[in-house]
């Protein structure tokens, strides 16, 4: 069974933070002959049993890559078919009361369309107590743009004489990132088999472990996370040290 596990490995195994950097929506389309909205709608249907099953699992945070600063490049249909699965995606806050699931979007919401972005602040307004599993909708987002921000928020305080350079730490520079409060992902899994990391959360992943995978992302099943899984259980992290 390649690529597939039936079940995770213990617990004291597992990373506490996983990153999917959800990708190979448009081969598996064009595999099938079909238009490359179809593909995405693929995609976002796999998205709410994996994190079922990364709960299920106890993994207590995911981030979830859905759209970056670099993907409105592409064509204006897809792009409007993308905003649509996630309109449809957060206005659903059903699963996420049921599976005492907190949402996070990462990214900024400025230049989203208003009904999405009120979405979006109802989602996180609603679920902000939730406490089985924290899971982050990576949404215009950019590892980049993310950093550039964080270091204007800190300058900006420096200019208000709240805060000194000398104060500027990675602890405090972490805090002004979009995933302040949580722990850094110990896990990156990139299915379709490209093997980058596409400007997804670059400080954040200084020592993750990555894992890129073949199969395309809207065949990927909990069997895939269990793989997953072993495979980082398996790796000796080493953080510098011997
Ligand atoms: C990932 O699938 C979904 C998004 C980027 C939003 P792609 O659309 O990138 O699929 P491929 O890489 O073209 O197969
Ligand atoms: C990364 O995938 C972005 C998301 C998964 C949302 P892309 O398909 O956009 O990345 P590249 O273009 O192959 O690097
Ligand atoms: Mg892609």
Same mark, same amino acid.
């Given at each position: ?60 945070? %995911? ?30 806050? *059903? ?50 743009? *993310? ?12 200019? *208000? ?5 000398? *104060? ?73 040290? %011997?």
């Amino acid at each position: 069974m390649k690529e597939r596990e039936s079940s995770p490995p213990e617990r004291e195994y597992l990373p506490r933070h996983i990153g999917i950097i959800m990708d190979g929506n448009g081969r598996w389309a064009r595999a099938r002959g079909l238009p490359r909205e179809m593909g995405h709608r693929a995609g976002a249907k796999v998205v709410g049993e994996i994190i079922r099953h990364c709960k299920k699992t106890g993994i207590p945070h %995911v981030t979830i890559y859905a759209l970056s600063t670099e993907n409105w490049k592409r064509p204006r249909k897809e792009v409007d078919a993308l905003l649509e699965l996630l309109r449809r995606y957060l206005s659903d806050m *059903e699963e996420y009361r049921r599976e005492n699931a907190r949402l996070i979007v990462l990214g900024d919401t400025a230049p989203l369309p208003p009904d999405l972005r009120e979405s979006i602040r109802k989602a996180q307004e609603e679920s902000a107590g939730n406490t089985a599993i924290t899971v982050n909708i990576a949404l215009n987002y950019g590892s980049r743009a *993310e950093i550039v921000r964080g270091a204007r928020l800190l300058a900006q305080e420096c200019a *208000e004489g709240r805060l000194l350079p000398e *104060e500027i730490t990675e602890e405090r520079f972490s805090k002004a990132l979009y995933t302040a409060g949580q722990p850094d992902p110990d896990l990156i899994i990139r299915p379709s088999g490209e093997q980058r990391l596409s400007n997804f959360l670059l400080w954040q992943t200084a020592y993750a472990e990555l894992l890129f995978m073949d199969v395309l992302w809207p065949d990927f099943t909990p069997e895939h996370l269990n793989y997953a899984l072993h495979q980082y259980a398996r790796r000796s992290r080493r953080f510098g040290g %011997v």
